[in-house]
């Protein structure tokens, strides 16, 4: 199902964790993949599991309380479950790379601007050549040169800065310079924007889609905004309670959801056009400890037929490059 | 028509910068400068706007938790600023005030009956405990929650469940005007829509007015019936909601609907165009001159910077406050006619 | 939602019910942390031991006055596990029995000192502005002194006994939990829950102490779980010095300067009650560190 180069594949992933309450089954079987340069997102609401993915991804969940009973997380084609730490490391910054949700947590408030900038070019260049020796005129220019990528204005000034002295969406801005000045093959970025103003978010998002474009720079999205995901990424995958629920071309599934969980959700968005809302979905978020078999979302999906309860839906193709993991599209086990 | 449930006039709230072991004031943040609106009884009436906005400072100042630096609030016709401590008290059992986030309006060290039991304390609603916990359970029943999660704390719910909580929590008193701030931004989807149609349904079952504060566009589109667009302290516009989306007259409103992000193709048909440079929101504690968004406005003018707009009436209700505001509306009603379709 | 009301609640809304999970979820948290659980094993075994000293110990009459001249100085042996000392008395039953003031020292210091530094930080962090400012400051001069040489000070000024070392070093340590507190205070004062108690018009006190007070109570009890070593070092301090606890009714400090003039020949004497100081205080700061995880409120979300 994988053409082309996929900088992350995570191929069936079942990811458990050991709790008060017993045995937390987060992930179940996910599968998803980024090919190089592609945009694409990952939205599930929160606890879907999404954040346990992008980690396992990263190769940053604690084990224990983490277990990887099944599966492989493949990046650049190194299995990052079974890499030792120092491994991982040398793959931060050069192949893939973060942007988090809250800019002014991501950023030391004790060194400057600059002080961060160098940092971080310093380490990737080391990297690179093995070589961590660059003159301070060289770092500079550097750093100006991905401040300047970013719009922030004046960068020269900025470099002197701290973070509490920039804005959010300066702070975000540098962000993202510190993430892209390494050319990663894949920036993962969770919840972008999110601490921001519309305003201000809509165009930091833009800038965004520009940077990774021009420079081919996968990006893997991961958000509980459908908007967001709908203005950043050509792919997207929709996660309930740790499965995969469906995946596709963005504009598609937004506009002829084929999952209930998808139609639900997107039922739910409140319309600039002013439609009645829905309802919502019945029912809420599994516990994990006590997950329903078969697909998750059975409890309250009101198309639940008795397989749905047995097993776990397979994804199947709906149209050209989109799968659904459904019954109501797959014609059945028996059959 | 009746008279409004609240009418606010020229609402000014500023909070005293102070610095140095004196405590010495050394500046002011404007966050509220000169704001009129009036919400009618049961009516939803929207205030939206991003951060530095004042949004949320009217709401706060409305249920007197802050103490106005100017202007004056009436609620039923009485001026609150001049309430004896009777009438003080029966104010706050009529206007209550739902928080933003689930996670810190409720206090982490108590259950939820201990929460719940509180507002029933203080105004002897329920002689006894047995009778106090009966009352607990019929309001979590009407927030429809489970009277399972009494003994319960807060860490053991859910952003959602948290959420009703705290609106059971601003029932108890039996109001009848909730200023809502935020309540369900900090949601998902799914879990904000079934909250908003408990709201919609609890303001039909009780009779409540709404003050709802969101920077959600879409949310105030679904839910408002009236709405009004803050920017640093200001008004800019204000109108019905369904007037309002059609023919967005200011730059910053256009800009906002603009940047809301939407998930189908004819909503994104559907928005203005935006009509702001880059930038940033500018700081409350020096706001620019004359219409605060003239720096980040693409089409403004020298009058722009000098004077601040006075209100101009385009249609029955709609007010924007914009030097331009008479030119953008011509504009705006020419398209309207002759292509039949709305906005951009 | 149907409204017909069970006649016993199930076992989940019982307050009882519920009380008994946070515990289980407390207890887990704890014991998850090795080293605390052997913190905690500790100090209950030296309060047991403290507290029954009189059934405990092998020779309960040695405790108080007591002379044997004939067996002073023995080295430990099956007899005596910690030898005798120079009046002929069982080391490890004076241990114990000195272990009692100690333990005694710490609960009235802490039960002085805790309530009121507790009281002056929630007024002064509710408060704000000038008169926090003034109640800070005077506590930062408590606090810029050092401890052990305040407690030292006040001692010498009246004659030495155990009381006046109490009264000394609870005189200074209230000012730790008034800082505690006050800056929890500060940062719970601006919490939209207490936004929401004053718009429902809940009034100061009851904010104070139904909303502030509960959310100070961990770092309070884990604050006094880590104090409690260290102020029975400080009072064994002052007791080494001769100002705090005087003979015959020694405690750790007193024996271990006494003790210390038979260095290095008659080790025992010294090395024990060091020990068991040194022990005691471990056990009380592993304790607190388990605490405080097993303490810590659950992020949701």
Same mark, same amino acid.
């Given at each position: 199902?994988?053409?082309?180069?996929?900088?992350?594949?995570?191929?069936?992933?079942?990811?458990?964790?050991?709790?008060?309450?017993?045995?937390?089954?987060?992930?179940?079987?996910?599968?998803?993949?980024?090919?190089?340069?592609?945009?694409?997102?990952?939205?599930?609401?929160?606890?879907?599991?999404?954040?346990?993915?992008?980690?396992?991804?990263?190769?940053?969940?604690?084990?224990?309380?983490?277990?990887?009973?099944?599966?492989?997380?493949?990046?650049?084609?190194?299995?990052?479950?079974? *890499?030792?730490?120092?491994?991982?490391?040398?793959?931060?910054?050069?192949?893939?790379?973060?942007?988090?949700?809250?800019?002014?947590?991501?950023?030391?408030?004790?060194?400057?601007?600059?002080?961060?900038?160098?940092?971080?070019?310093?380490?990737?260049?080391?990297?690179?050549?093995?070589?961590?020796?660059?003159?301070?005129?060289?770092?500079?220019?550097?750093?100006?040169?991905?401040?300047?990528?970013?719009?922030?204005?004046?960068?020269?000034?900025?470099?002197?800065?701290?973070?509490?002295?920039?804005?959010?969406?300066?702070?975000?801005?540098?962000?993202?310079?510190?993430?892209?000045?390494?050319?990663?093959?894949?920036?993962?970025?969770?919840?972008?924007?999110?601490?921001?103003? #519309?305003?201000?978010?809509?165009?930091?998002?833009?800038?965004?889609?520009?940077?990774?474009?021009?420079?081919?720079?996968?990006?893997?999205?991961?958000?509980?905004?459908?908007?967001?995901?709908?203005?950043?990424?050509?792919? #997207?995958?929709?996660?309930?309670?740790?499965?995969?629920?469906?995946?596709?071309?963005?504009?598609?599934?937004?506009?002829?959801?084929?999952?209930?969980?998808?139609?639900?959700?997107?039922?739910?968005?409140?319309?600039?056009?002013?439609?009645?809302?829905?309802?919502?979905?019945?029912?809420?978020?599994?516990?994990?400890?006590?997950?329903?078999?078969?697909?998750?979302?059975?409890?309250?999906?009101?198309?639940?037929?008795?397989?749905?309860?047995?097993?776990?839906?397979?994804?199947?193709?709906?149209?050209?490059?989109?799968?659904?993991?459904? %019954?109501?599209?797959?014609?059945?086990?028996?059959? | 028509?009746?008279?409004?449930?609240?009418?606010?006039?020229?609402?000014?709230?500023?909070?005293?910068?102070?610095?140095?072991?004196?405590?010495?004031?050394?500046?002011?943040?404007?966050?509220?400068?000169?704001?009129?609106?009036?919400?009618?009884?049961?009516?939803?009436?929207?205030?939206?706007?991003?951060?530095?906005?004042?949004?949320? /400072?009217?709401?706060?100042?409305?249920?007197?938790?802050?103490?106005?630096?100017?202007?004056?609030? %009436?609620?039923?016709?009485?001026?609150?600023?001049?309430?004896?401590?009777?009438?003080?008290?029966?104010?706050?059992?009529?206007?209550?005030?739902?928080?933003?986030?689930?996670?810190?309006?409720?206090?982490?060290?108590?259950?939820?009956?201990?929460?719940?039991?509180?507002?029933?304390?203080?105004?002897?609603?329920?002689?006894?405990?047995?009778?106090?916990?009966?009352?607990?359970?019929?309001?979590?029943?009407?927030?429809?929650?489970?009277?399972?999660?009494? %003994?319960?704390?807060?860490?053991?719910?859910?952003?959602?469940?948290?959420?009703?909580?705290?609106?059971?929590?601003?029932?108890?008193?039996?109001?009848?005007?909730?200023?809502?701030?935020?309540?369900?931004?900090?949601?998902?989807?799914?879990?904000?829509?079934?909250?908003?149609?408990?709201?919609?349904?609890?303001?039909?079952?009780?009779?409540?007015?709404?003050?709802?504060?969101?920077?959600?566009?879409?949310?105030?589109?679904?839910?408002?019936?009236?709405?009004?667009?803050?920017?640093?302290?200001?008004?800019?516009?204000?109108?019905? /909601?369904?007037?309002?989306?059609?023919?967005?007259?200011?730059?910053?409103?256009?800009?906002?609907?603009?940047?809301?992000?939407?998930?189908?193709?004819?909503?994104?048909?559907?928005?203005?165009?935006?009509?702001?440079?880059?930038?940033?929101?500018?700081?409350?504690?020096?706001?620019?001159?004359?219409?605060?968004?003239?720096?980040?406005?693409?089409?403004?003018?020298?009058?722009?910077?000098?004077?601040?707009?006075?209100?101009?009436?385009?249609?029955?209700?709609?007010?924007?406050?914009?030097?331009?505001?008479?030119?953008?509306?011509?504009?705006?009603?020419?398209?309207?006619?002759?292509?039949?379709?709305?906005?951009? | *939602?149907?409204?017909?009301?069970?006649?016993?609640?199930?076992?989940?809304?019982?307050?009882?019910?519920?009380?008994?999970?946070?515990?289980?979820?407390?207890?887990?948290?704890?014991?998850?942390?090795?080293?605390?659980?052997?913190?905690?094993?500790?100090?209950?075994?030296?309060?047991?031991?403290?507290?029954?000293?009189?059934?405990?110990?092998?020779?309960?009459?040695?405790?108080?006055?007591?002379?044997?001249?004939?067996?002073?100085?023995?080295?430990?042996?099956?007899?005596?596990?910690?030898? /005798?000392?120079?009046?002929?008395?069982? #080391?490890?039953?004076?241990?114990?029995?000195?272990?009692?003031?100690?333990? *005694?020292?710490?609960?009235?210091?802490?039960?002085?000192?805790?309530?009121?530094?507790?009281?002056?930080?929630?007024?002064?962090?509710?408060?704000?502005?000038?008169?926090?400012?003034?109640?800070?400051?005077?506590?930062?001069?408590?606090?810029?002194?050092?401890?052990?040489?305040?407690?030292?000070?006040?001692?010498?000024?009246?004659?030495?006994?155990?009381?006046?070392?109490?009264?000394?070093?609870?005189?200074?340590?209230?000012?730790?939990?008034?800082?505690?507190?006050?800056?929890?205070?500060?940062?719970?004062?601006?919490?939209?829950?207490?936004?929401?108690?004053?718009?429902?018009?809940?009034?100061?006190?009851?904010?104070?102490?139904?909303?502030?007070?509960?959310?100070?109570?961990?770092?309070?009890?884990?604050?006094?779980?880590?104090?409690?070593?260290?102020?029975?070092?400080?009072?064994?301090?002052?007791?080494?010095?001769?100002?705090?606890?005087?003979?015959?009714?020694?405690?750790?400090?007193?024996?271990?300067?006494?003790?210390?003039?038979?260095?290095?020949?008659?080790?025992?004497?010294?090395?024990?009650?060091?020990?068991?100081?040194?022990?005691?205080?471990?056990?009380?700061?592993?304790?607190?560190?388990?605490?405080?995880?097993?303490?810590?409120?659950?992020?949701?979300?």
């Amino acid at each position: 199902m994988v053409e082309g180069k996929a900088i992350l594949d995570i191929r069936d992933l079942y990811v458990w964790f050991r709790v008060y309450e017993g045995l937390s089954k987060v992930l179940d079987g996910v599968s998803l993949h980024v090919q190089e340069g592609e945009r694409v997102g990952l939205v599930g609401e929160t606890g879907c599991g999404k954040t346990v993915a992008m980690k396992a991804a990263m190769g940053i969940l604690k084990s224990p309380p983490a277990q990887f009973p099944h599966g492989e997380v493949l990046l650049a084609s190194h299995d990052v479950l079974r *890499m030792p730490p120092s491994e991982i490391l040398k793959m931060k910054g050069r192949t893939i790379s973060m942007i988090f949700q809250d800019p002014l947590s991501s950023l030391n408030p004790v060194f400057t601007v600059g002080q961060q900038m160098f940092d971080v070019i310093r380490y990737g260049r080391r990297r690179a050549s093995g070589d961590g020796r660059l003159t301070k005129a060289k770092l500079r220019k550097t750093a100006v040169e991905e401040l300047t990528s970013v719009r922030l204005p004046d960068p020269e000034r900025i470099l002197k800065l701290y973070p509490l002295e920039l804005s959010g969406g300066m702070r975000q801005r540098m962000l993202i310079a510190m993430a892209l000045v390494n050319r990663p093959r894949l920036l993962v970025a969770d919840e972008p924007g999110t601490a921001l103003d #519309v305003t201000i978010q809509a165009q930091i998002l833009a800038l965004l889609k520009a940077l990774v474009n021009e420079a081919g720079i996968a990006v893997l999205l991961i958000t509980h905004d459908l908007g967001v995901v709908r203005k950043m990424a050509e792919r #997207v995958y929709i996660m309930y309670a740790g499965q995969v629920a469906g995946e596709g071309p963005v504009a598609e599934i937004f506009d002829d959801p084929k999952h209930p969980y998808t139609q639900g959700l997107l039922s739910s968005v409140p319309r600039l056009t002013g439609e009645v809302l829905a309802e919502g979905i019945p029912g809420t978020v599994p516990d994990y400890t006590e997950a329903p078999s078969g697909c998750r979302f059975h409890p309250r999906c009101s198309h639940a037929m008795d397989q749905c309860v047995k097993q776990k839906p397979p994804m199947v193709e709906v149209s050209a490059k989109r799968h659904v993991a459904c %019954y109501l599209y797959s014609g059945g086990v028996d059959e | 028509m009746s008279e409004p449930i609240l009418q606010v006039k020229n609402l000014v709230k500023y909070f005293p910068v102070r610095s140095g072991l004196l405590h010495k004031v050394v500046g002011q943040v404007r966050a509220v400068d000169d704001v009129s609106f009036d919400v009618q009884e049961g009516e939803i009436f929207g205030l939206v706007g991003e951060s530095g906005s004042g949004k949320s /400072t009217v709401a706060k100042t409305i249920v007197q938790l802050y103490g106005l630096t100017g202007g004056t609030v %009436y609620f039923e016709g009485k001026n609150m600023s001049a309430m004896t401590k009777q009438t003080a008290k029966w104010f706050r059992r009529e206007v209550q005030m739902v928080f933003q986030d689930p996670k810190s309006s409720l206090n982490p060290r108590r259950s939820i009956i201990s929460t719940l039991e509180d507002p029933l304390i203080i105004y002897g609603i329920g002689k006894s405990r047995m009778e106090r916990e009966r009352i607990i359970r019929t309001l979590l029943e009407q927030v429809e929650m489970s009277s399972r999660y009494m %003994y319960k704390y807060p860490s053991a719910l859910s952003g959602g469940q948290r959420q009703r909580v705290a609106i059971a929590r601003a029932l108890a008193v039996n109001p009848s005007f909730l200023a809502l701030d935020e309540p369900t931004s900090a949601l998902d989807v799914s879990v904000q829509a079934k909250l908003i149609h408990l709201f919609l349904r609890l303001k039909e079952e009780l009779a409540l007015s709404y003050l709802f504060i969101t920077h959600n566009l879409s949310l105030v589109r679904t839910i408002a019936a009236r709405a009004a667009v803050m920017y640093l302290g200001k008004i800019y516009e204000l109108g019905p /909601t369904d007037l309002l989306f059609h023919h967005p007259i200011h730059p910053y409103t256009k800009t906002l609907i603009a940047a809301a992000p939407v998930v189908t193709k004819e909503e994104e048909r559907v928005k203005p165009q935006e009509m702001s440079k880059e930038g940033e929101i500018p700081s409350p504690v020096n706001p620019p001159s004359g219409c605060a968004f003239h720096p980040r406005c693409s089409v403004a003018q020298s009058r722009c910077s000098e004077a601040l707009p006075s209100p101009v009436e385009i249609e029955a209700g709609h007010f924007v406050w914009c030097h331009q505001a008479q030119d953008f509306a011509a504009s705006e009603s020419i398209k309207a006619e002759t292509t039949g379709s709305i906005g951009r | *939602m149907s409204s017909n009301q069970r006649v016993a609640p199930t076992p989940d809304e019982t307050r009882w019910a519920a009380f008994k999970d946070r515990l289980g979820r407390g207890w887990y948290k704890f014991r998850r942390n090795r080293i605390s659980l052997v913190g905690g094993a500790m100090v209950l075994l030296f309060v047991f031991l403290a507290s029954f000293a009189h059934y405990v110990t092998p020779y309960p009459r040695h405790a108080g006055a007591y002379t044997d001249f004939l067996n002073a100085f023995n080295p430990p042996s099956t007899a005596h596990w910690f030898g /005798t000392d120079s009046l002929g008395a069982d #080391v490890l039953t004076r241990i114990i029995f000195g272990s009692q003031i100690s333990f *005694m020292l710490a609960g009235v210091v802490l039960g002085i000192s805790v309530p009121f530094g507790v009281f002056l930080g929630l007024l002064s962090g509710y408060i704000g502005g000038k008169t926090e400012t003034v109640i800070m400051r005077i506590t930062d001069i408590f606090l810029a002194l050092p401890a052990l040489v305040m407690a030292l000070a006040i001692c010498a000024a009246f004659t030495p006994s155990i009381d006046k070392a109490m009264l000394a070093v609870a005189s200074i340590w209230w000012t730790w939990h008034c800082r505690l507190v006050n800056g929890i205070t500060r940062s719970i004062k601006t919490e939209e829950f207490v936004q929401a108690s004053r718009v429902l018009g809940a009034s100061h006190l009851r904010i104070i102490f139904k909303d502030i007070l509960p959310n100070c109570a961990s770092p309070i009890i884990v604050k006094i779980t880590l104090d409690a070593g260290f102020v029975i070092l400080v009072g064994a301090a002052l007791s080494f010095l001769g100002l705090g606890a005087q003979p015959p009714a020694e405690d750790l400090g007193t024996m271990i300067s006494i003790g210390s003039k038979y260095l290095p020949e008659r080790w025992w004497m010294t090395v024990f009650p060091s020990l068991a100081i040194f022990f005691i205080i471990l056990g009380f700061n592993l304790l607190g560190d388990g605490l405080r995880d097993a303490l810590a409120v659950e992020e949701g979300g």
